[in-house]
């Protein structure tokens, strides 16, 4: 089995920082892409940013410029720095890995981000 363990999140003020960190463990030999995903209340899950392996990075239009995804291979972690938060990133963020074909996709279990004066 494979688990992603997320830590961060929290409440922000607008124009704020938040840092969000996600690892990897279990059994697996590769993880192909690691990265963020969101769900607001009443809307679909949608990409945040992602790194491959080899890091190769894509990121929604709504957040370049003001978030940074890091990738350590080593230790099996991927990393979120949200700058300038907006009311509009609130959101569950779900940390997210492909382990290749022959494991699959995995979340990990969700972390709260609140953006509110």
């Known amino acids: 089995q494979v688990q992603l363990a997320e830590s961060g999140g929290g409440l922000v003020q607008p124009g704020g920082s938040l840092g969000l960190s996600c690892a990897a463990s279990g059994r697996f030999f590769n993880i192909e892409t690691m990265g963020w995903y969101r769900q607001a209340p009443g809307k679909q899950r949608e990409l945040v940013a992602v790194v491959t392996g080899s890091g190769n990075t894509t990121y929604a239009d709504s957040v370049k410029g003001r978030f940074t995804i890091a990738r350590d291979n080593a230790k099996n972690t991927v990393s979120l720095q949200m700058n300038n938060l907006k009311l509009a990133d609130a959101a569950i963020y779900y940390c997210?890995?492909?382990?290749?074909?022959?494991?699959?996709?995995?979340w990990g279990q969700g972390t709260q981000v609140t953006v509110s004066s």
């Open positions: 997210y890995g492909y382990f290749g074909a022959f494991r699959g996709r995995y």
